[in-house]
């Protein structure tokens, strides 16, 4: 390994200033990248939510006319998977992964560099218009859902056009951020880790970027017949000239349902490194969660149509859908089964980290378990498209996606930062998160089931009561994440001193450098024995 | 309806235990079709058994993180995986568990409810065709003739906080579809624009109203009473205004009402103007 030893020697010219970020082809710049980018992310996707529920705090229309309200929750959906959810994740795994390898930085860092400086073109494109519209230029964003039902987006005004540009280029965007994490794993982990031995957080992303790079070309091939469908005369989904608009529903669902995974699989992968941390304790049942994480991603890409019970699918596909589905709750089962039993028996303590990574098991666990009644054919229509299904897939997608990356950045902040965060701000936002949640979702799942359809911007009075708690939760849980950034900012400024190996039980080759990391991280490959 | 029976049955209705907590409610609104009873039946299972599931495995959790703690002393212990073929049983006992639940205990049901819901012709007494428009239902009754369409009343000013709400907002419409108690309907829908979807939350039905393609369901309603939903497909701006209103009367006021229809449908084409059928004195589904 001479050449790792050198690493250093061709790179001391560093610009300075802006030029230096956008230049940059360190991971740990454009991992920090990716990470600033998703949180700017997540409170503008959260800001617009908060809109949404403040209208929705009382019947009537009090903030907004219906055209809005459409626009903010399609946005809402659209930037929290793709300008939060997934650039975050995409974040750790730049920022860790070379660490967690022994490697000295990502395989391809031009391409990293190339991937991360669309995103903020793509997310301008995606709500340029809406700030348009809102000094009244233009029709607005776009604002048939962020599912894009088909034949609604074809009607919609050009803001329909800039998200299409908007999804090709982060889908662009994403591919290429797959590439190089399913390059970096197969090429430079260090001598001796198979890839049994490979971290989890590692195999995680594997399956991620593999999905990716199998899902996101057909949502772009998608959005494109869409566009064809809105300018140049086809009829993909026009059923007037030959098309079929369930068509669009299979396209975007055979991308959609792998998606859940690929926000989930990442943190799935982040959460087992936390709880050998803080349970002093080996990873129970390392193989089994490998080859489960395996299975979920194989079995994601043949469920897509439990999406669409409603649209009238044959009774032969329905079955098929609904058995496929349930199949998914095994492997799923099987990475619970191993988590619990990882903290069965351990010596934990309940460090910020530790306190997410829990909160994110235990609300996983109800959305999973709620998956489970959508996934019977002849019962999910009562609950599709009600709040039930909102409420459901929020506890899904938020702890995974939120307190799982929480879980995951606070345990890794030491690291970045080479300070100790603030437990009792780091707990204090746990609690209000755990609290804010709840009081928001919660009450969805109720006047779910009470029969309150989603995506209507005005109820009847009967919904008014749990719609009010709600509310209330949604800004509880909005303002929890000020402290998350403020506890953030505060451990880059300064704060305890933190060791190389931050926290007493942390397991893992990036604990064995100095803390703040080096530029450059494993300047000489670690051996695996 | 006759008087005796409309006040008995709004006295029955009145005074039904469910009628008071309804604005707290946290399940499905009664159930007044057999694929409603049974989404019900299978809802309340489901939610027994997760529930079960959920406070078991995270009871074990919460005790461990009790139990396990470094502040109590406790050492970790070294196990990572099944040592013994015992233990190997007893780790698997948990995922036999689960696929008896997913295939046996709600698999088999599934499979039966499944061959229901899609069964719309055995013994179908009738037809009636469901048109969604952005932003109104059309509802036609092609055997007999008759054809119209459902628009919401409630006013602009209830919606614009410039007037006290009514009891129906967003729930009211000019002309409900009306259906005879005890047959079992044949539903087609479709739509002229986008999809549209047509959900009665106590009739346990939804299905989408795709353009350019015919979709189908069904619904046989066991009692009398005036029946509300909403559209629950996202279809443009007036989405949430698009409600559904269902009148299931007993025959002989169904029959006196397709009569009036015919006759005034043949008096005059443009029958928006018709007098809406009469409204049973309780609201059945609205309160659960």
Request: proline fraction near 7%; aromatic fraction near 14%.
């Amino acid at each position: 390994m001479s050449d790792a030893t050198t690493i250093d020697a061709h790179d001391h010219y560093t610009p300075g200033g802006m030029l230096r970020w956008i230049s940059t082809t360190n991971h740990k710049d454009i991992g920090l990248m990716y990470l600033i980018f998703g949180i700017t992310m997540l409170v503008t996707g959260g800001l617009m939510i908060l809109g949404v529920r403040a209208e929705l705090f009382k019947p009537g229309l009090q903030l907004m006319q219906p055209e809005f309200f459409n626009q903010l929750i399609t946005l809402h959906g659209l930037i929290m998977v793709f300008g939060f959810a997934m650039p975050v994740a995409t974040g750790l795994a730049n920022y860790m992964l070379p660490m967690t390898l022994g490697a000295p930085d990502m395989a391809l860092p031009r391409l990293n560099n190339w991937g991360f400086w669309i995103l903020p073109p793509a997310a301008i494109l995606l709500v340029l218009p809406f700030f348009l519209g809102i000094f009244g230029i233009g029709p607005g964003a776009v604002d048939a859902g962020w599912t894009m039902y088909a034949p609604l987006s074809i009607q919609s005004g050009w803001g329909m056009d800039f998200a299409i540009f908007g999804i090709h280029m982060l889908g662009v965007s994403s591919i290429l951020g797959s590439i190089n994490v399913i390059v970096t794993i197969l090429n430079m982990r260090a001598p001796g880790m198979t890839l049994m031995k490979m971290p989890l957080f590692a195999h995680g992303f594997l399956v991620t970027a593999i999905l990716l790079i199998t899902v996101m070309p057909v949502l772009a091939g998608g959005v494109t017949m869409m566009l064809m469908d809105r300018h140049f005369g086809t009829h993909f989904f026009n059923a007037a000239g030959g098309g079929d608009p369930v068509l669009w529903q299979h396209i975007f669902w055979f991308m959609g349902h792998p998606e859940v995974y690929v926000l989930f699989l990442p943190i799935a992968g982040a959460i087992p490194h936390v709880l050998t941390a803080f349970t002093r304790k080996e990873t129970y049942g390392y193989r089994a969660q490998v080859y489960s994480m395996w299975a979920i991603g194989a079995l994601s890409v043949i469920v897509w149509a439990h999406h669409m019970f409603t649209s009238g699918m044959s009774t032969n596909a329905q079955l098929y859908f609904m058995y496929s589905t349930m199949l998914i709750s095994v492997p799923l089962a099987v990475l619970f089964f191993c988590w619990i039993a990882t903290l069965w028996r351990g010596s934990m303590s309940f460090e910020t980290p530790m306190l997410f990574a829990i909160g994110s098991i235990v609300l996983f666990g109800w959305g999973g378990l709620t998956g489970l009644v959508l996934a019977d054919a002849a019962a999910d229509p009562q609950y599709h498209n009600a709040y039930f299904l909102v409420a459901h897939f929020h506890y899904a997608l938020y702890p995974t996606t939120a307190l799982g990356s929480m879980a995951a950045i606070y345990f890794w902040l030491p690291k970045w930062t080479g300070h100790m965060i603030n437990e009792r701000l780091g707990k204090l936002h746990f609690w209000i998160a755990m609290i804010g949640f709840n009081l928001t979702f919660i009450p969805q799942f109720m006047v779910g089931l009470a029969g309150m359809p989603r995506r209507i911007p005005d109820y009847p009075l009967m919904f008014q009561e749990w719609n009010m708690l709600s509310s209330i939760g949604a800004f509880i849980l909005g303002a929890s994440h000020l402290i998350f950034i403020y506890n953030i900012y505060r451990a880059y400024q300064g704060g305890p001193k933190a060791e190389a190996k931050s926290w007493e039980g942390a397991q893992g080759l990036e604990w064995t450098l100095p803390s703040p990391a080096p530029y450059h991280s494993f300047g000489t490959q670690p051996v695996i024995k | 309806m006759n008087t005796p029976k409309r006040i008995a049955f709004g006295v029955a209705a009145a005074t039904a235990p469910a009628v008071s907590m309804a604005d707290y409610s946290f399940n499905f609104p009664d159930p007044v079709t057999p694929i409603a009873h049974e989404t019900l039946h299978v809802h309340n299972l489901f939610m027994i058994v997760i529930l079960v599931i959920f406070f078991a495995v995270f009871g074990i959790m919460i005790y461990s993180m009790w139990a396990h703690r470094k502040s109590r002393g406790h050492a970790a212990a070294g196990f990572v995986a099944p040592r013994s073929g015992k233990q190997w049983f007893w780790v698997s006992v948990p995922f036999a568990a689960l696929l008896v639940i997913d295939y046996g205990v709600f698999g088999v049901p599934a499979y039966h409810a499944i061959l229901s819901y899609e069964d719309t012709r055995t013994e179908a007494d009738m037809v009636v065709k469901i048109t969604g428009n952005q932003w109104l239902w059309q509802y036609e009754y092609p055997k007999e003739g008759i054809q119209f369409s459902s628009r919401l009343t409630t006013p602009r000013a209830q919606i614009d906080n410039e007037e006290a709400k009514g009891e129906h907002y967003l729930l009211e419409v000019d002309n409900p579809l009306v259906l005879p108690v005890g047959k079992k309907i044949r539903f087609i829908t479709t739509s002229n624009d986008v999809i549209h979807s047509w959900w009665v939350p106590a009739f346990g039905v939804k299905r989408d109203a795709v353009p350019g393609f015919l979709r189908e369901f069904w619904a046989k309603v066991d009692r009398p009473g005036t029946y509300r939903g909403q559209c629950s497909e996202l279809c443009g701006k007036e989405h949430g205004f698009m409600p559904i209103v269902v009148h299931v009367l007993p025959e002989a006021e169904f029959n006196a009402w397709l009569a009036a229809q015919k006759a005034g449908s043949a008096a005059a084409p443009a029958d928006a103007s018709a007098p809406a059928p009469e409204t049973p004195a309780a609201d059945a589904q609205t309160k659960s």
